[in-house]
């Protein structure tokens, strides 16, 4: 199951590190505005996290804390799944080092759009039994449907465009093909969009996104074999209107 829409085992740990910033390390779940809360002072300006992904409506309470404070947020290593789908538009400024990924994936708005045949066959995947297998593809469909609701309402109130959430499709049709060019053909698809389609087609602006270019191989994708992760570019993508 993808870590943008399910939950993840453990939690993060935070701690300050430095006059002006925390840093974040593991999954967004639920009570981690608490903890930011409890070690913030007045002279906090920056999130810096590495975090692959967590619970959705976790990582929309953490970018609502963000955006209310007016935080940057520093990308150490990575910002996947629930971190790049909630946390990362709601930052006042984001800084991405050459050293780290910005990699989105399948949103609930996506999901719930797919029907249950779909989602029957990644719970297939996921292990699920067969005699449970109906059961489990309702209830999925159900909370699905909850999220990409709370998705659509969360985008709404961010000024962030739907496309953000939706461009997703066409990002992970062309990566197929790529796929096919590595050893790792199972490799998971995420979509770093560059900072001027950020701020162009989607309304999110100030993100620093380093050496972006210059690391996506010329015809537009990353290949992460630590993480068996390919990264994709814009170039599956339409000028945005």
Known sequence: MMAG????????????????????????????????????????????????????????LLGRYLRQRQWSLAIDTVCAGSCALYVFPAAQHTSIPDTAVLALQESALLRAQEGPQHMRRSLIEAGVPAEELERETAALAVQLAQVAALE??????????????????????????VRQRFPDQEAAVYWWPGAARLQRCYGIAGVDEGPRAARLA??????????????????ALQACP
């Open 5 to 60: 829409v399910t939950a993840l085992a453990g939690a993060a740990d935070f701690s300050r590190t430095g006059s002006d910033s925390i840093t974040m390390r593991g999954p967004v779940v639920e009570g981690d505005v608490d903890k930011l809360r409890q070690l913030a002072t007045p002279a906090t300006t920056v999130l810096r996290i590495n975090s692959a992904g967590g619970e959705p409506q976790a990582a929309m």
């Open 218 to 235: 010329p015809d537009g994708y990353l290949y992460v074999p630590a993480l068996s992760a390919l990264v994709m570019g814009d170039q």
């Open 152 to 177: 659509a309402a969360f985008a709404a109130e961010l000024g962030i465009a739907p496309a953000f959430y939706l461009d997703f499709r066409q990002v992970a049709a062309q990566a197929d093909g």
